[in-house]
């Protein structure tokens, strides 16, 4: 007599998923925008933000009021992902700044 194979399956359990390419699956991208520093001369902001873009950063200098001083704000940009953000940081480590204040982080 042929015996029989019977194939069983654990109740609620599912077969597992296979991912094609997993290493293709993109991070979501931002535009960000951080606050590097703040001077209140704005020779000072400018040199600081020539130096960043020296070094391969997006800068540029804003003027703002705060209270009756004007502020000149050295701000950087970048585009990319969250991990894409720890070159940015590392440069600015460089001139004494360890925590740059995000502005903005919007999705693209």
């Given amino acids: 007599m042929p015996k029989k194979t019977v194939e069983t399956q654990q109740p609620g359990s599912e077969p597992p998923v296979e991912i094609d390419?997993?290493?293709e699956v993109e991070m979501p991208k931002y535009n960000y925008i951080?606050?590097?520093?703040?001077?209140?001369?704005n020779a000072r902001a400018q040199s600081f933000a020539d130096k960043l873009v020296a070094n391969g950063l997006n800068s540029y200098v804003e003027a703002g009021k705060s209270g009756t001083r004007?502020?000149?704000r050295v701000f950087v940009r970048h585009t990319g992902t969250p991990d894409s953000t720890d070159a940015i940081k590392k440069v600015l480590t460089k001139y004494g700044i360890k925590k740059p204040l995000l502005k903005s982080k919007q999705a693209i």
């Fill in 21 to 23: 390419n997993p290493a």
């Fill in 34 to 41: 951080y606050q590097a520093a703040s001077f209140g001369d």
């Fill in 70 to 72: 004007t502020w000149y």
